[in-house]
């Protein structure tokens, strides 16, 4: 895969991902290859991921994609990502986490592309401030509001992902339905599945995007967490607990707004 402009933003943007991919090896992690300078194009050389996006697969394609190859491609993502938060120092931030960066190959194995948008975060630093930069659907709430990026804004894209899989829709309103909560999980699965799908990996799934989802960037989960999950390691009832308390706490609570008979009480 070749990218080349000699435009002085797609420079910078070019030398930015070569200095953060170069640094990264892992199985679920597009490898630079090489870096080509020349006089009217500069050229990022990947290795090649022959078997297109999950994107395409999802939305484009034909061939409906099943659900253990779902599961697959979630649970690889999610071990890219948590490579990228947790074991490189500094962490780094994707910031444009979305099916459209996730390149699979012939197996179906993800690996986790397009690195032009990442950021570096120090291990003493919670977060930086910047520019807010990624796709709308995707974008954490406090990262489109504020800038302040963190790895949970990775987190809260990574959600968007999982329901992508689990519904087959394309991302349209990161919040999970009220069905959904009330433990009608079934209405969020993709219909052309035809109910061909482990109903506990299922579960399991629906609760990482929920926990991932949480409008407060504190409560969601690591990536390491989220795997540990998917592969059904850890039970997700916290993860369920935790989506169900929130979305039955009244909006003033969760605002910081004290109610009528809290104010009484303390008068």
Known sequence: MLKGDKSW???NELQAEAAVISRVHHRHLVS???????????MLVFEFVPNKT???????CNNIMDWPTRLKVALGSAKGLAYLHEECHPRIVHRDVKSSNILLDYSFESKVGDFGLAKYISDDNTHVSTRVMGTVGYLAPEYAMTGQLTDKSDVF???VMLLELISGKRPARPLMAQDSVDGNFEILVDP???????????????ACAGACMHFFAPKRPHMSEVVR???????????????VQFYQTPVSVLL????????????
């Open 229 to 243: 999950v998917l592969e059904g390691v850890v039970p997700p009832d916290e993860y369920i607990r935790g989506i």
């Open 256 to 267: 910081g707004i004290p109610s009528d008979n809290s104010s009484s009480r303390e008068s």
């Open 192 to 206: 052309r599945l035809e109910n061909n799908y482990d109903h506990e990996e299922m579960k399991r799934m629906i």
């Open 9 to 11: 933003a797609a420079e």
């Open 54 to 60: 999950l994107q395409f697969h999802l939305h484009e």
């Open 32 to 42: 630079l290859v090489g870096l080509s300078v020349g006089q009217e194009k500069v």
């Open 157 to 159: 894209s990574f959600g």
